[in-house]
């Protein structure tokens, strides 16, 4: 039992390292950038609520699966910023991190790379919902810090509106929220109305 209990907390030291990948997203009103670990809870609990808010018929447990292994990735490869122009390559080496996490002797969650690859496919009502509120989350967190992220790094308006045109076919309703709140940050001057 101790070599199996120290093969486990391997493991957990593995995921635990999702904390040292910072975002460019900023938190509480612009205090700090937030880590993916702290994301990727926000993004479980914010699925979690918003399903149950708007009644959708999903799998709740898959939906926090996917929510969970969403950013696993990252602990090899990084986060990947929106708005990269490399941001098309980057789930090669948060394939190839996942399936390592998935042989790891100390993992028993034996279907990480397929859940991983459904959040990734985003064809799944859940997948839908959770890269509809990844989007979402810096979102609103660009709105509470007066476009912070946004100004700092010069994003226009086209591009807020080009990475989260896919939300107004699955959830209409938060994308006409969101461009009530793009109007609102263009007229503040926190994004640029290009």
Not at 9 to 31: C, P, S
Request: aromatic share 8%; with cysteine.
């Amino acid at each position: 039992m101790k070599n199996k209990l120290t093969s486990i907390t391997a493991y957990f030291l593995e995921l635990d390292a999702l904390k040292l990948i910072n975002r460019r997203t900023y938190i509480d009103g612009g205090v700090r950038v937030e880590n993916s670990a702290e994301h990727s809870w926000h993004l479980a609990m914010a699925c979690w609520s918003i399903s149950r808010s708007f009644e959708i018929n999903l799998s709740e447990e898959k939906l926090l699966k996917l929510a969970l292994v969403h950013d696993l990735g990252e602990i090899d490869a990084g986060d990947t910023f929106l708005y990269s122009a490399d941001r098309g390559a980057a789930h090669i080496a948060e394939r190839a991190c996942v399936k390592r996490l998935e042989d790891h002797r100390g993992n028993a969650i034996q279907d990480l790379s397929e859940l991983w690859e459904e959040q990734e496919a985003g064809e799944s009502v859940e997948a839908k919902l959770l890269k509809a509120v990844d989007r979402l989350l810096p979102f609103l967190h660009n709105i509470s810090s007066e476009g912070k992220t946004w100004r700092e790094l010069a994003i226009k308006k086209t591009q807020v509106l080009k990475a989260h045109a896919f939300i107004e076919n699955d959830f209409p309703d938060i994308y006409a929220w969101m461009l009530d709140e793009i109007q609102l940050a263009v007229q503040k001057g926190w994004l640029k109305d290009a």
